[in-house]
Structures are given as structure tokens and as C-alpha cells.
DNA sequence: GCCAACGTTGGC
DNA sequence: GCCAACGTTGGC
């Protein structure tokens, strides 16, 4: 039996990082450092891998939609962030030697065509058989799990 | 800007 | 362990 590769859906505020300041950035790549949710954490530390599909959604923004995709990039290591008195995502009761928050680095690998809006995402009957925790009521996980027939489904909402 | 929903914190 | 208060998220 083959594994099947995980997909997954990780939230950014374009105003702050969009999907094109990736694309810009060295290697296409960047920490995805700052998570400081439990749940969101574990997916990360304890389930992504290498080469796993990542979406890049834009939230708080107009319209929020998915802006391209991406993969993961690094194995799951300690977030640096955590120990940077500098940082405001330092930790100060996070311990060296069993550091509480993990990450991975992610890496763009091509714009969709056109943003796949959450509007889009809603109204879409293939989606909507699909139960995303993206759409539920008031869902806030920053970095979530996606099915793969999701992903797909997403690239062809795109036009691609 | 508003506000509902949610996770976290801390007093008890 | 309970739960009220608080801060944050994110769509609108």
C-alpha cells in the first residue's frame, strides 16, 4: 500500500504576508513560525512531512480565498521564535530543552490562476460533500488538514 | 468597525 | 475542576 500524501490549508492575513510576498521570498520559502494553537501545532509537529500539499488562504481580507499553492518544505523542527525576547511571538515559559511550539518551513510552488474565494468554496457542490473544517461555524485553526479530492477540486475552481 | 465564537487564564 | 473574564480570530 502506498501513503497516501497529506494536504493541507494554513491561513494568512495578506496585509501582513500574502501568498506573493512567498513568492518573493528566498527559495520561495518561509518559517511558518508564530503558531501558538495546540491543535494547529500537533498537525505540524506530529503530522506533516516534506512534500506535502499546502494551501494558502488568505483570511481577513476581501474577498478571503485560497491564493495558491505551496508544500511542505523542512521536517517539523522547534519554532526559533519561541526564544526571541525580540519576537512577539516569544514564549518566555517555553523550555530549550522541550521546546512547546513547532513548525515547518513552507515553500510556494505556483499561484492559482485566480483566487478560489471562500464564497466559492460554499457554493460549490463537490465541496460541499466534502465537510472541510475550513467551513464550519466560526473556525478559527490556523492550520488545518484537507482532504486530497479538496485539493483537487480547488485546482479546478482556479481555472487551472 | 462590529461582533460571535472560541481558546486561554486564573481565582476560587 | 469549574467557570467568568479576557484576548483573539475572522467574516461581514
Known amino acids: 500500500?502506498?501513503?497516501?500524501?497529506?494536504?493541507?490549508?494554513?491561513?494568512?492575513?495578506?496585509?501582513v504576508f500574502s501568498f506573493d510576498d512567498l513568492m518573493r521570498a528566498p527559495g520561495r520559502t518561509t518559517r511558518w513560525d508564530g503558531?501558538?494553537?495546540?491543535?494547529?501545532?500537533?498537525?505540524?509537529?506530529?503530522?506533516?512531512?516534506?512534500?506535502?500539499?499546502?494551501?494558502?488562504?488568505?483570511?481577513?481580507?476581501?474577498?478571503?480565498?485560497?491564493?495558491?499553492?505551496?508544500?511542505?518544505?523542512?521536517?517539523?523542527?522547534p519554532d526559533?521564535?519561541?526564544?526571541?525576547?525580540?519576537?512577539?511571538?516569544?514564549?518566555?515559559?517555553?523550555?530549550?530543552?522541550?521546546?512547546r511550539?513547532?513548525?515547518?518551513?513552507?515553500?510556494?510552488?505556483?499561484?492559482?490562476?485566480r483566487l478560489v474565494t471562500l464564497t466559492d468554496l460554499r457554493t460549490d457542490p463537490v465541496i460541499a460533500g466534502l465537510d472541510l473544517p475550513l467551513l464550519r461555524r466560526a473556525n478559527r485553526l490556523s492550520v488545518m488538514p484537507m482532504p486530497g479530492a479538496a485539493v483537487d477540486r480547488i485546482v479546478v475552481l482556479a481555472g487551472a
Open 1 to 15: 500500500m502506498s501513503e497516501t500524501p497529506r494536504a493541507w490549508l494554513v491561513k494568512s492575513e495578506p496585509d
Open 35 to 77: 503558531v501558538r494553537n495546540y491543535q494547529a501545532r500537533n498537525f505540524m509537529r506530529d503530522e506533516m512531512r516534506v512534500g506535502d500539499v499546502v494551501l494558502f488562504y488568505h483570511s481577513n481580507a476581501s474577498p478571503p480565498g485560497v491564493a495558491g499553492l505551496a508544500e511542505v518544505a523542512s521536517e517539523p523542527y
Open 80 to 99: 526559533p521564535s519561541q526564544f526571541d525576547p525580540a519576537s512577539a511571538y516569544h514564549d518566555p515559559t517555553s523550555d530549550r530543552s522541550s521546546p
Open 101 to 113: 511550539w513547532w513548525l515547518v518551513d513552507v515553500r510556494a510552488t505556483a499561484p492559482l490562476p
